[in-house]
C-alpha cells in the first residue's frame, strides 16, 4: 500500500511540472517570456521554426535547444556585424561586432558547457547573454545609426536570450 502511495505522489509530481494539456514545453515558454517584455508570437515563430523543440519532453533538453540556437544564431549574427562594419566602419558597429558579440557568443556558449553541471551558473550566463544587444543598441543610438536589420538582430538574440534564462530557471 504505502509503495503505491509513493509511487502515486510520484507521478503526480511528474505531471504537475509540465504544462497544461495540448501545449507544448516551449509554448508556455513562449507565454512567460511574453511577461518579460517579449514578443510572444516572435518567440513561436523562431521556436516553430526548428521542429526539435516540440520534441523537448524537458527542460533541461528544452534549455540545450534553446542554447544552441542562441549560439548559432549569434555567431551569425556577428559574421553580419563584421560584414556591415566593412561598409560602415563606425565605432558603435565595430563595437557589436566585436566587442558586444564576442561576449554573446560566449556567454552561450559558457551557459551551454555549464548546462549539466551547474545549472545556476548556466542560468546566469543566459541572462548576460542579452547583455550585449542592449549594448550594441546603445551604441548604435548613441551614433544615431538607425538600422532595422540590426535592430531585429539584436531583438532575437536578447529573446533567445530570455527564453534560455526561463528555461534554465526551470532546471534543479
Known amino acids: 500500500m504505502k509503495s503505491s502511495l509513493f509511487i502515486l505522489c510520484l507521478v503526480l509530481v511528474s505531471y504537475a511540472a509540465l504544462p497544461a494539456s495540448g501545449t507544448n514545453l516551449y509554448d508556455s515558454l513562449c507565454k512567460e517570456v511574453k511577461t518579460a517584455g517579449s514578443d510572444e508570437a516572435r518567440c513561436l515563430q523562431i521556436l ?76 546566469y550566463d543566459a541572462k548576460v547573454g542579452g547583455d550585449g544587444p542592449t549594448t550594441c543598441d546603445r551604441a548604435l543610438a548613441e551614433e544615431k545609426i538607425n538600422n532595422p536589420a540590426i535592430a531585429a538582430l539584436n531583438k532575437d538574440i536578447y529573446l533567445l536570450s530570455n527564453l534560455a534564462f526561463l528555461a534554465t530557471n526551470k532546471l534543479p
Open 48 to 123: 516553430n521554426a526548428d521542429p526539435g523543440f516540440a520534441a523537448a519532453k524537458n527542460y533541461f533538453q528544452l534549455s540545450k535547444r534553446i542554447l544552441q540556437l542562441g549560439v548559432k544564431k549569434s555567431i551569425e549574427g556577428q559574421n553580419y556585424l563584421k560584414g556591415v562594419m566593412i561598409k560602415n566602419p563606425s565605432a558603435a558597429i565595430r563595437e557589436c561586432a566585436t566587442l558586444d558579440y564576442d561576449g554573446v557568443v560566449g556567454s552561450f556558449r559558457s551557459a551551454l558547457g555549464e548546462l549539466k553541471e551547474d545549472s545556476m551558473t548556466a542560468n
